[in-house]
């Protein structure tokens, strides 16, 4: 190891190459030229006393040293990036920007309120609010400071904050043959005409586990990735969905009739993640609090 202390920048340069593979579009994304950065790699490269990179055809992989001070550049970056936030939240408590991942179907019709309420709290901060299904993986590759989770599983990286458990109903149009129902049994739902998200949805991957184990799938006569377009068709009476219960009393509609399902319900869980080692500002543990208070009301 040399005697200079390794530089920020030359981690910046480093992890530039790293995600693009290729010296000259790493150069163009930096804004410096391709003889520059080479030489600042051979630099870095002579102060950890070995390669990063092995050139294999014409391509540029990691060397065992390069895979290493990745994976530490990853964590030293982050660590940078907590202190700048940290210290930017004590020069002004209120400002700065949060971004926040949620089911798409949520974004749509659950937390128009919550985000009217938090801008009245907080002018100043700059709420991103960015629809995902995969709400876990943004959260872990920092794409978003907090996620509104849907049935998360343990992980030693996230801190999880349980908000509520949610059932899911049946939901059909006034016209619908069902529409003079309060409730049914679950084996009811068999081979009765739903449109629903497509497989691999968590919201139809919910219901279909739980109807699993009563033997049989669901009818699935129409498919589509959005909660407006399946309301519209449920509507139209095209047939019916089973959608979380509270989702649909936010709609509000008239024109929509809620049936219970009695014995073993479909339901998710939703909870709060954030990553451990995230810095959180006062205006995120703010915005938290309001989440719990919101949902769990």
Same mark, same amino acid.
């Given at each position: ?137 943004? *959260? @872990? =590759? ?5 996620? $509104?989770?849907?049935? +998360?599983?343990? /992980? ?5 904050? &349980? ?57 699935? *006569? @129409? =498919? ?5 377009? $399946?309301?519209?068709? +449920?509507?139209? /009476? ?5 959608? &979380? ?53």
């Amino acid at each position: 190891m040399g005697s200079d202390i390794l530089e920020i920048r030359h981690l910046h340069y480093f992890m530039a190459v790293c995600e693009e593979l290729h010296f000259t579009k790493a150069a163009e994304r930096l804004g410096i030229s391709q003889p520059t950065l080479s030489q600042q790699i051979r630099v870095l490269e002579d102060e950890v006393g070995m390669p990063l990179f092995d050139r294999i055809g014409k391509k540029n992989v990691l060397t065992e040293a390069g895979s290493m001070l990745l994976s530490y550049g990853t964590e030293i970056l982050d660590t940078l990036q907590n202190v700048k936030d940290a210290i930017k939240d004590l020069q002004d408590m209120k400002s700065g920007h949060i971004r926040i991942g949620i089911m798409p179907s949520d974004l749509d019709y659950r937390i128009t309120q919550l985000v009217i309420d938090f801008h009245q709290k907080f002018p100043k901060v700059k709420l991103k609010i960015m629809s995902s299904i995969e709400i876990v993986r943004q *959260v @872990l =590759e920092n794409e978003v400071d907090i996620g $509104i989770g849907i049935n +998360v599983l343990p /992980n030693d990286r996230l801190v999880t904050i &349980p908000l509520c458990r949610e059932k899911y109903v049946l939901t059909v149009s006034k016209e619908h043959p069902m529409a003079n129902r309060e409730s049914i049994d679950i084996a009811e739902l068999k081979n009765l005409p739903v449109i629903m998200y497509p497989e691999g949805f968590f919201g139809r991957e919910i219901v279909e586990d739980t109807v699993k184990k009563h033997g049989f799938q669901l009818n699935s *006569v @129409l =498919e589509t990735s959005s909660v407006t377009s $399946i309301i519209n068709l +449920v509507k139209a /009476n095209i047939g019916a969905t089973v959608q &979380p219960y509270p989702l649909i009393i936010e709609m509000n509609d008239p024109t929509l009739h809620i049936i219970h399902i009695q014995d073993d319900a479909p339901s998710r869980s939703l909870s709060i993640i954030y990553r451990v080692d995230r810095y959180v500002s006062q205006a995120t543990k703010a915005l938290i609090e309001q989440i719990e208070v919101y949902f769990q009301g």
